[in-house]
């Protein structure tokens, strides 16, 4: 027979509520997801000054691709070039017969507006 220690016994009464709660937890999250039918789509926007928005809409990308989901990338730039991540983004670009591209990749801008001196665009 072993001694516990009220603490000890208090812990393992502590990680069994714990365990009893997560449970309860569980089966509340399975009822929604099992009420869940349809499927829809997330637009995340990242805005802002400074720096780090490109950043975390790619890392949200390629976990979306690792995932398997389809995603389109609509990005606003201050030039009418292509940008890289378009080109490194490309494999996940192309689609098959039967199955649609991965990737849609869209780049907009005309530049600077200090570039362009008709005001209506």
Known sequence: MSV???ADQQAKLTAEQHRQKM???KQVQDQRLAGM???Q???IVHTGNGKGKTTAGLGMVLRSLGHGYR???VQFIKGAWEPAEK?????WSVGTADQPPQLEFHALGEG???ETQDRDR
């Open 23 to 25: 449970q309860r937890r």
């Open 87 to 91: 080109a490194a983004f490309s494999p």
């Open 41 to 43: 789509g997330l637009v």
């Open 37 to 39: 039918t349809q499927e």
């Open 4 to 6: 516990e220690s009220t």
């Open 71 to 73: 995603v389109a990338i």
């Open 112 to 114: 600077f507006t200090w």
